[in-house]
């Protein structure tokens, strides 16, 4: 299974594949970034995209679940 630190060690296009592997659970955007989460086995990963350059610009690996937190704040109940 992959951990959190073996994941940080890969390069991009590992952890491309990687992440598209997971769960897509949300996402968001934020000034003129997109950002989507996805769940791994044992973390979490946010890929910051980059829609005007069409490009991924940053992977953030986490299991800090309070990191969810502008994901939730989204969240709507109707």
């Given at each position: 299974m992959l951990t959190l630190?073996?994941?940080n060690t890969?390069?991009?296009y590992e952890k491309a594949e990687a992440v598209w592997s997971g769960s897509f659970l949300a996402d968001r955007e934020?000034?003129?970034l997109r950002a989507q989460l996805y769940s791994l086995p044992v973390f979490y990963v946010e890929v910051v995209y980059d829609?005007?350059?069409?490009e991924i610009v940053?992977?953030?690996a986490f299991t800090n679940k309070?990191?969810?937190a502008p994901y939730l704040a989204q969240i709507k109940i109707v």
């Open positions: 630190d073996d994941f890969l390069t991009d934020e000034d003129d829609a005007i350059g069409n940053a992977f953030r309070q990191l969810l």
